[in-house]
C-alpha cells in the first residue's frame, strides 16, 4: 500500500510514538514507492498539481498512492473499510441503529467531516450524497460523499492528498482530496470471487466481479466495464435485554445490516486523430439495506400490545440508488498546450420503507360516531416513508502549458467551472406522517398509557408534505494554478480560485507551496492556503420529524428545523454562511537508500464558523420563550443546523517503507503512523435566546474532538516466495470518547491485526485465505452506560472506529484471462 503522510502534533507520543518508531527504524514500506522493486511499474499522481505528473515523494504535498496490490492483499470488500484499513488517515466509523447512516456511512479524512474531503473520479469532482448524517453518529449534520457507491473491480489506483486544496479543486477541500482512477486496461477479462463469514457464524458474505476491457479502433482508444455484486447477511452483537422484558433476551440489532449491492461501471476513451479524443466515465450503483430502528417493549406508550405482545423491533428497509456520467473532450494545443472540456452529471438517492411498525395514533384514534371509548383500530404495519435526492451537474472548461517570460518558464493552468446542485425530499405515504386519519392536532388522541399518540410510523416517521422540499442553488469559478522552478532543486506553485454562489455570495482562496529539494536523498515542503465550504443543499433545505432518544433517555419526536422556517426564525438562527480554513503544513522527505524512505508531515488547520447539527433544544420545564415555540408543534425538541463553532486541528504523519530482495523472495515492510488533535476553540451563537455552549453543548463538543481516534497507525509486511505471498497488517486506533447517550465514556485504544496468504497458480490465477481481526478484538464494554448496557448496547454506538463483529474469515479466487 502506497500512501503518505499522516496525523499528530502537540499530542503525548509516548509508548505508542516509541514503539511504532522501533518499527520504523527496522525499516518499512510502500505507503509510497521510494523506488519500486524490479519488475514493478511505478506509478505517478496527478493529485495536487496540474503539471507533469509525479510520483508520490516529488510532490510538493503529501500525496499518498494506494495500487491494486495493495487492494488485492486487504480483506475489506468496500471501498470506505478498505481505504480505512490502508490509510491512517482515513476513518470509516461503524454505524448502527441511525436510520440511512447505517447504509451510507460517514468518511472522513484527518478527523475533520466527511463534507470537508473532496472526492473526484478521473480527476472530475464527484457529487455528494442525498442522506444528511443526523442521528448522534461521526459526521453528524454533514452530508459527504457515498464512497460505497464505487466498486473496487472497476478502481486501478487511488490517490489521496492530505492538504487543503479549496484554491486548487474548490470547495469542500479543506482536509484534502481523494482521486479514484479507474481502469483502463483491454484485451483481457478479470473474475474475481469472495466468501466470508464472522466467527460467531453470522455476516456471511458473497461478492463475485468481472472486469472487462476492449480497444477502440487502433489509436489507444478504449471501454472498460466492471459490473460486480454483494451480498452482506447481518451481524448482531447485541447483549440481553435485561430492562424491558422477562425473561431477559436479545431486543436490539447491533452490528452490520443486511445488504445487497449492485455496481455498472465503465471507462473509455476515443481518440479522433493524434492530438485530440472523446472521453467517458461513469457508473450505476443500487445497495440495498435492512436495519432496525430502536426496540419498543409491550408496555411502551408507542406500542400496541394487541398487535405486538412481546414489543416490536420496527424494521427500516432502505434503498440507495447512485448515478454518473462524464463526458469530455481533450486536445493537444500549439506548443505543448492542453484544452480539457467536460459535464459531469451525478445523482444520489435514497429510498426509505417501514416495516414491522405501526401508527399509534391510526389505531387509538376515535372513530366518529361511534360508542364512547371505541377506536378505529386498525393500522397498516408497513409504509413508504419518503425519499432524499440530490444532483449535480458539473461543467469544466480548462487549459494548461508552459508561458515563457523571459528566460523563465512557468508552467500555467486556469479554468472556468460551472456547478448545479439541487436537492429533493419526498414525502413518505399519510400513514408514515399522519396525526390520526384527519391528520388534525385539535384531535386529542391517546396511546395505551394514557399519553398523547405520537403521530407517523413508529422507527422512522415519513417525510411530510411540509418537509417536502425542491431546491437547488448554481455557482460559478474561476481559476488560476503556476507552478516555477527558479533552480532544478527548488518548485513553486501558487493557485487562486474566485467563486460565487447565487444563494450566499462570493469567497476567494489562495495556496502557496514549495518544493526544494537540495540533495536527491533529502527533502523539504510546506504549503499555506485558504479555503472554505458552501453550506450544502441538503444542509440548506433538509427538514424532518424523527424519533431520538432525549439527554433523559427516552423516545422523543425531534424536529429537524430548515435555514429560515418559522422555528429558526423565532429562535434567531441566521442562514448558513460559508466555512472558511486556513491551512499550514511543512515537511520532509529522506530517501537514504533506493530501497527505503521516510517522510515526515506536520500540519494545522483551523476552520472559522463550522456548520454543525446543533443540539437537541428542549421546551422550558415551566414554560418559557422556547417553549412557546415548540410546544405548539406537538415535539419534544428540535434541533437545526448553524454556523457555531470554529475548530482548530493539528497533526503529523509519518510514512517509511524498507523493500528487501533475497535470493528467492522478496520482504516489504511498511509503517505509516498517523497523530491528530481537534480542538474546539470557540462556540458562539446568533440567538439571543440560545447562549453557545446551549446551541452547541458538551457531548457534540465531545463528538467532534475525541470522537475520531487521536492516533491511528498501520504497520505491515508482505513477504513473497515463488509463488507464495503472505501480508500481515495490524491497524492502531487510539481511543475514543463520547457522552452522547451516557455520562463520559472512554473506549481504549485496540490493536486490530488482519492476515492472508495466497498462492499463484500461475500470473494470472490465484487463491486466497485470510483473517481479518485475526485475535477477535472488540472495543472495551461500555462500562459508563446507565441503562444502556442493560437494553443490550454492550460496547459502543455513536462512535465505533472498527466496528464490533470480532474475527472474521473468507477465501477469494482470482484469474485473468
Known sequence: MKIA????????????????????????????????????????VVLGSRSTAKTALDTSSPVGLINMKDMQSAGPLELGKLLQTLDPSFNFSTTFISDGTDIIRPATLRSLGPDQLLVLVNGKRRHQQALVNVQQTIGRGSAGT????????????????????????????????????????????????????TKEGDGDMMSGSVNRGWALGENGGFINLSLEARKREETNRAGVDSLRVSPPRVTQRIGDSD?????????????IDKASEFYAFGGFSKRKGDSSGF???????????????????????????????????????????????????????????????????????????????????????????GKLKFNQTTFNADVKGPVKLGGAEIFVATGFEYRQDNYQIVAGDPVSYQYGRTNNPAITIKDQNGGVAASGTQGFPGYTPATAVDEGRHNIALFLDTEYRPFKELLLAGAVRYEKYSDFGST??????????????????GSVSSGFRAPG?????????????????????????????????ALGIKPLKEETSRNASIGMVLRPAKNMSLTADVYQIKIKDR???????????????????????????????????????????????????????????????????????????????????????????????RGQPRKHHVVAADYTLGKWNVNTRANYYGEVQGEGFSPLQTWDAKWIVDASGRYNFSKRTSVSVGVNNLFDTYPSEWTNGGDFPKLGFKYCWETCPFGVNGRSMYVKFDTVF
Do not use: C
Not at 496525523?7 to 527504524?25: D, G, M
Not at 395514533?361 to 366518529?368: A, H, N
Not at 437545526?640 to 475548530?647: P, Q, S
Open 5 to 44: 503522510a499522516r496525523q499528530a502534533s502537540p499530542i503525548r507520543f509516548k509508548r505508542t510514538l516509541l514503539a511504532s518508531a522501533v518499527l520504523l527504524a527496522a525499516s518499512q514500506a510502500y505507503a509510497q514507492t521510494a523506488a519500486a522493486p524490479a519488475g514493478e511499474e511505478q506509478t505517478v
Open 146 to 197: 457515498d464512497i460505497n457507491a464505487i466498486p473496487l473491480s472497476a478502481i486501478h489506483h487511488i490517490e489521496v492528498l492530505r492538504d487543503g486544496a479549496a484554491a486548487q479543486y474548490g470547495s469542500d477541500a479543506i482536509a484534502g482530496v481523494i482521486n479514484i482512477v479507474l481502469k483502463s486496461n483491454v484485451n483481457e477479462t478479470a473474475v474475481s470471487g469472495q466468501i466470508g463469514t
Open 259 to 271: 445488504a445487497k449491492d449492485a455496481y455498472l461501471w465503465w471507462n473509455a476513451a476515443l481518440p
Open 295 to 385: 426496540y419498543r417493549s409491550k408496555g411502551d406508550g408507542r406500542n400496541v400490545p394487541s398487535v405486538y405482545p412481546e414489543g416490536f423491533l420496527p424494521n427500516i428497509r432502505t434503498t440507495v440508488k447512485d448515478g454518473s456520467f462524464a463526458f469530455g473532450y481533450r486536445r493537444d494545443l500549439a506548443s505543448d498546450w492542453k484544452a480539457d472540456v467536460s459535464i459531469n452529471h451525478g445523482m444520489s438517492e435514497l429510498d426509505f420503507h417501514e416495516k414491522q411498525t405501526i401508527n399509534i395514533s391510526y389505531w387509538y384514534e376515535p372513530k366518529p360516531g361511534g360508542r364512547p371509548g371505541e377506536i378505529y383500530g386498525e393500522s397498516p404495519f408497513e409504509a413508504d416513508t
Open 508 to 525: 476567494t482562496t489562495g495556496k502557496f507551496s514549495a518544493r526544494w529539494d537540495p540533495t536527491k536523498e533529502f527533502g523539504l515542503r
Open 537 to 569: 443543499v441538503q444542509q440548506k433545505f433538509y427538514s424532518s420529524v424523527s424519533t431520538n432518544l432525549n439527554q433523559a433517555g427516552q423516545l422523543t419526536e425531534t424536529l429537524t428545523a430548515r435555514e429560515g422556517s418559522a422555528v429558526t426564525t
Open 611 to 705: 456548520i454543525v447539527f446543533s443540539s437537541e433544544i428542549s421546551p422550558e420545564a415551566g414554560g418559557g420563550p422556547i417553549a412557546n415555540v415548540l410546544n405548539p408543534l406537538k415535539v419534544g425538541q428540535a434541533q437545526f443546523f448553524t454556523n457555531a463553532v470554529d475548530t482548530k486541528t493539528r497533526g503529523l504523519d509519518i510514512v517509511a517503507d524498507h523493500t528487501t530482495k533475497f535470493d528467492a523472495s522478496t520482504l516489504v515492510l511498511s509503517g505509516q503512523l498517523g497523530f491528530n488533535k481537534t480542538e474546539v476553540t470557540k462556540r458562539h451563537s446568533p440567538s439571543s435566546l440560545l447562549s453557545g455552549e446551549q446551541l452547541f453543548n458538551q457531548a457534540q463538543v465531545t463528538l467532534i474532538e
